[in-house]
């Protein structure tokens, strides 16, 4: 197995085994709940209070920058979104040559299957991406992109990034189900 084989493994063995199959099933009011209030989301062009909302079509990100402090707590569209866009969509465009990928042009999903056919096509180019590195372009940074680290860095990068926010997106997908569930006394 090559280097590049074995960066994308790691992450496609997450995918395939945790993440993806944690997404099965996920539905509008699963997609858009807010846990507290304030919380950034994906709305209706329109309708965000945040700072600098950003998007193309008829949904919007909610945005700010510089970043609030303490940053706002996000759905699960909003953490998707984030995934497409910023940790995956940049990256295949700089890295592969794939389209262009921006937050302010970007035509965020109005829904919960929007959303999970957007990751699948974005996740599905970075693997192929990955998969078709040479030994010498992980060594060297990338000649595109704003990042000048090893390519392999970057790879290792998005791979944790998707992790950490997967398990962000699984939890609340949890206290979704366990919301209206009373909590066990302790005695």
């Known amino acids: 197995m090559t280097r590049s084989e074995r960066l994308a493994e790691q992450l496609d063995w997450y995918w ?3 993440l993806r199959p944690r997404l099965d ?3 509008d009011a699963e997609y ?3 846990p507290v209030p304030d919380c950034w989301s994906v709305r209706p062009r329109g309708t965000s209070t945040a700072p600098a909302p950003v998007g193309s079509g008829a949904w919007t990100l909610d945005f700010a920058l510089p970043e609030p402090v303490p940053a706002p707590v996000t759905t699960i ?3 998707l979104a984030h995934i497409v866009v910023s940790c995956l ?3 295949v465009g700089w890295y ?9 042009t970007f035509p965020y999903a109005g829904t ?6 957007q990751l699948d096509e974005m996740y599905g180019r970075w693997n192929t991406g990955v998969r078709a590195l040479s030994d010498a372009a992980l060594d060297n940074p990338p000649t595109a992109g704003p990042e000048q680290f090893p390519l392999e860095n970057r790879v290792l990068h998005v791979n944790r990034e998707l992790i950490h926010h997967g398990a962000e ?4 997908r949890d206290l979704y189900l366990h919301q209206n569930t009373p909590a066990p006394r302790r005695t």
């Open 112 to 117: 919960a299957d929007e959303a999970l056919h």
């Open 77 to 79: 569209a909003w953490r």
């Open 169 to 172: 997106i699984s939890l609340l």
């Open 32 to 34: 858009f709940w807010e």
């Open 25 to 27: 099933g996920l539905t």
């Open 16 to 18: 395939h085994r945790n």
């Open 96 to 104: 592969f040559g794939g389209p262009d990928v921006d937050a302010e």
């Open 89 to 91: 969509g940049y990256r």
